[in-house]
């Protein structure tokens, strides 16, 4: 099944109304037929009557009643209704149901009898046992020819005539001692087929249009219609890029209460982020002061044990400890800072960062005398929390400061809806066996230096919270190079 709404709508509505119009042109088709077919049969009853009354038994035949007035009406009857016509488009005869003889013809009404050319005449497959006044009327196809078959319906013009239908009035008649006998009335309906055929091409050619015009309305309707919901979504996909903070614009009634539910989860997780902000806050602040008076009474007791080495190695334990507790509230809570990646957050642009943290690093570091470059256009962004930025680059930044000899360069790209940012520097490198355990907590290339060993392990942690990637490569500079793929 197709996920789009705009697809489901089309299909739906399209097809709804094509089998709309396929089934009235149908039902059209239909009604017109058996309209046509119905006054027809008016028709042929009709004539059925009125020939039958001129026709008497006798003799063992059937023939016009033997008066002139009335052969001259029934001849006048018959030219009227071209019921001697020779294409035999119409014919009325009455035939013996046992021998298969044509009695009476009304082509051939002053001399009948079985000396008449049997092809003359179309025969049908029609019941012969039901009796009654009332004339049955039927739709047959005529038998093949009773000579030569196969030589007749080589002709064109005869193979027409034995392929098409005709509507028959049928009038059993069993009389004694002469037989079964059929009185038949028959006329092409030829000319209802081929009206038929017309009204079907008309009505191909209307549903061809109709089907181009619904499409159009449907396209049209459908733009209309689903156009607050492809702006609905455009402000989502703009929430979730960092783009806007909230749904503002007027939406129809149906999406109301979904914005309505929407802006409010945004206001709540943008709230209970401010105050776990908040909470951790505080709780470095409740432990800082009884690490601070810890630390005092360790400075303390240092003082007074100068020189007495029994109490050194206790004394040493507990400044381990204590600083060891530092490092884990600092690292806890630079962890907990760390904006979780199902969030919705602004992109951030990475360059004022990056010109901020310059300058501050180079007086930080101002004793060597190091060239620090920033090839990073101002449209480089990432969706990331500007405290998590600032935590990110500073780490990545200050280690490669430190550890460079004449150059730390940051640059940037786009690459698959990710920017990627290179940190290089011209130092000591990374280790060549395995690089990637310096992203592990607590573990330092150099040991010499000051530093918890935490901030590789750090910086990880802030990248894979959302859903991005750290990698440690060698730099051109043949020196360390940290490749940042954050999302935009």
Avoid at 150 to 162: C, D, G, K, V, W
Avoid at 184 to 211: H, N, P, W
Avoid at 381 to 395: A, I, T
Wanted: net charge negative; hydrophobic share 40%; aromatic share 8%.
């Amino acid at each position: 099944m197709t996920k789009s709404l705009r697809s489901r709508q089309l299909i739906s509505g399209f097809g709804v109304i094509m089998v709309g119009i396929v089934m009235l042109g149908s039902l059209l088709l239909w009604r017109t037929y058996h309209y046509k077919i119905d006054q027809k049969e008016d028709e042929i009853k009709g004539i059925s009557f009125n020939v039958l009354g001129f026709l008497e038994f006798r003799e063992n035949k059937f023939m016009v009643v033997d008066d002139p007035r009335m052969q001259a009406k029934a001849q006048d009857v018959i030219e009227e209704h071209k019921l001697n016509d020779t294409a035999r488009e119409r014919f009325a005869y009455v035939i013996d149901v046992h021998t298969q003889q044509i009695i009476w013809s009304s082509q051939n009404s002053a001399e009948p009898g079985p000396q008449v050319d049997p092809d003359r005449y179309l025969y049908f497959d029609v019941d012969s046992q039901t009796l009654g006044f009332e004339p049955r009327v039927v739709i047959k196809q005529p038998k093949p020819p009773l000579v030569n078959p196969e030589e007749a319906l080589s002709n064109p013009l005869t193979r027409q005539i034995y392929s098409r239908g005709y509507l028959l009035s049928v009038q059993n008649f069993h009389l004694k001692p002469g037989g079964v006998y059929q009185f038949i009335v028959g006329m092409s309906i030829a000319d209802v087929e081929k009206d038929m055929e017309t009204m079907r091409g008309f009505i191909a050619i209307l549903l061809f249009f109709s089907a181009v015009l619904v499409l159009i309305a449907q396209m049209a309707l459908s733009f209309w219609v689903v156009a607050p919901i492809k702006e609905f979504e455009d402000e989502v996909k703009a929430i979730e890029t960092g783009e806007r903070e909230t749904i503002d614009k007027p939406y129809p009634d149906e999406l109301t209460p979904i914005k309505n539910a929407l802006n409010s989860l945004l206001g709540y997780e943008k709230g209970q982020k401010q105050r776990y902000k908040d909470s951790l806050d505080d709780l470095a602040h409740s432990i800082k002061t009884p690490l601070a008076a810890m630390q005092n009474q360790l400075d303390q007791l240092q003082r007074e044990a100068v020189g007495n080495m029994q109490f050194a190695p206790g004394l040493k334990v507990l400044e381990i400890q204590i600083e060891r507790m530092r490092e884990i509230i600092a690292h806890q809570l630079r962890r907990a800072m760390v904006t979780n990646h199902s969030a919705m957050i602004m992109a951030q642009p990475i360059r004022p960062v990056l010109f901020r943290l310059r300058d501050t690093l180079q007086k930080v570091y101002r004793d060597k005398d190091f060239e620090f470059r920033i090839a990073v256009d101002e449209y480089a962004k990432c969706r990331m929390d500007s405290e998590d930025l600032m935590e990110l680059f500073g780490n990545l930044l200050n280690n490669a400061c430190r550890f460079c000899k004449e150059i730390v360069e940051v640059s940037a790209h786009h690459e698959n809806n990710m920017l990627v940012i290179d940190i290089d520097d011209d130092g000591m490198g990374f280790p060549s066996d395995d690089p990637s355990k310096l992203l592990q907590r607590g573990i330092r290339e150099d040991s010499k230096n000051e530093g918890q060993g935490i901030g590789l392990a750090v910086s990880t942690e802030i990248v894979s919270a959302i859903n991005g990637k750290i990698e440690l490569l060698v730099s051109p500079y043949v020196g360390a190079r940290v490749r940042l793929h954050l999302p935009v």
